[in-house]
């Protein structure tokens, strides 16, 4: 019953958008994002030789071509909360500030609680501007980092 209370809050109108990592997603969504940067960068090409390249079906493409997106086609000028879970080891927390720098990403605020069994939380809120590096690759490369457990997008404004 908890359970069910507790979904019931994803399932309102209001919640039409996710953010969904690409190794989730299924392969066909990923080929029509493929396809679209095709057609985008490609002049002449057809959205048929698009589809062959990628290897789906026309109806396919154009039943999700509305409705799939890069994260970071659109995340210039926006801010990203980011929630990671890393081991409590001297040096991490700067490493990981300091890749956000190297992107160019503004730091807005971060919060650490307090560690737990060697394991800290930590919530951090970015402003990606128009010079910042890709969100994609940094994001990437924070994840990467050794004691890192993992890196979620919580929200983004």
Request: charged share 25%; glycine share 4%.
């Amino acid at each position: 019953m908890e359970q069910e209370q507790d979904m019931s809050r994803y399932s309102n109108d209001e919640d039409k958008y996710f953010i969904v990592k690409k190794t989730t997603l299924p392969e066909v969504y990923q080929k029509v994002v493929e396809a679209k940067r095709l057609l985008d960068s490609q002049k002449g090409i057809t959205i048929q030789e698009a589809t062959d390249a990628v290897g789906i079906s026309r109806s396919s493409f154009y039943k999700y071509k509305d409705d799939v997106f890069p994260f970071h086609d659109n995340a210039r000028g926006k801010t990203i909360t980011l929630m990671m879970q890393m081991d409590d080891e001297p040096g991490l927390l700067s490493k990981m500030l300091n890749l956000v720098a190297q992107y160019g990403a503004n730091i807005l605020t971060i919060h650490q609680a307090i560690p737990v069994n060697r394991i800290a939380m930590l919530t951090l809120s970015v402003e990606i501007l128009p010079t910042s590096g890709s969100v994609t690759a940094m994001i990437t490369e924070i994840e990467q980092l050794v004691g890192m457990h993992y890196v979620k997008i919580i929200a983004r404004e």
